[in-house]
């Protein structure tokens, strides 16, 4: 079955300072993947997206991910950091061979300092 | 820039009471979710339809739970009598191309 881990529950940043997160899954088949961030009191946006070629994809926000098929890894990363990127940040696998329905992480919350 | 949109935003209901959770999807979307995230909890798949049917549903989608897409913007939850474990965050979905899913804001459920 499918399965997505995000290790970290909680992280916190500088402003300004680079951030990684983490993002394993688990799928049988050729997986699409997905970070979502959402705000307090917002929904789920799509931050970016990954279904095939390049392993290094760019999203909004100044965000991008890179998918590693040897470690089954998806991870987050941003340069420099803003104090609105404060949020929680979830990992999600898809795919057509289980019907596109979506498989989250726990998620990520990320916590900015000044 | 097009959007999902939830009504209401926050439900409030008595044990037993049918609930109706509203969604407008992005207008040339053809295929819908819902989804769920009990507080602490993971989202949560429970059902995607397409040309009018269930596509797929998941175990937590029981006979209490039913979907409808009554016109040609709605698409609707409804729970037809509602227990404490309901009580979570609701959010629905579209895809134009069953690949990427959008989502809304959410309605929270509270069942008392």
């Known amino acids: 079955a499918q399965s997505v881990t995000q290790p970290d529950i909680h992280i916190t940043v500088s402003e300004g300072a680079s951030l990684e997160l983490r993002c394993n899954y688990s799928?049988?088949?050729?997986?699409?993947l997905f970070w979502y961030v959402q705000s307090p009191g917002q929904g789920l946006q799509l931050l970016l997206k990954?279904?095939?070629?390049?392993?290094l994809v760019q999203g909004i926000k100044g965000f991008e991910a890179e998918f590693k098929r040897s470690q089954s890894s998806f991870n987050l990363r941003k340069p420099s950091v803003h104090w609105s990127d404060a949020a929680e940040y979830f990992c999600?696998?898809?795919?057509?061979?289980?019907?596109?329905?979506?498989?989250f992480g726990a998620g990520t919350i990320l916590r900015v300092k000044s | 820039e097009p959007e999902v949109t939830q009504t209401p935003s926050h439900q409030v209901t008595q044990m037993g009471q049918e609930v109706i959770l509203r969604c407008v999807p992005i207008?040339?979307?053809?295929?819908f979710y819902w989804y769920r995230q009990i507080l602490g909890q993971k989202v949560e798949f429970l059902v995607s339809?397409?040309?009018?049917?269930?596509?797929?549903k998941s175990e937590i989608f029981d006979d209490q739970f039913s979907v409808e897409r009554p016109d040609g913007s709605n698409f609707t939850l409804k729970i037809r009598s509602t227990k404490l474990e309901d009580s979570a965050m609701y959010f629905c979905?579209?895809?134009?191309?069953?690949?990427?899913?959008?989502f809304g804001p959410g309605t929270r459920l509270t069942v008392l």
């Open positions: 979905a579209s895809s134009g191309d069953s690949d990427t899913q959008y």
């Open positions: 799928y049988g088949a050729t997986p699409y």
């Open positions: 990954y279904f095939s070629g390049d392993t």
């Open positions: 999600a696998v898809g795919g057509k061979e289980y019907g596109n329905k979506l498989v």
């Open positions: 207008s040339n979307h053809l295929y």
């Open positions: 339809f397409y040309n009018n049917e269930i596509s797929e």
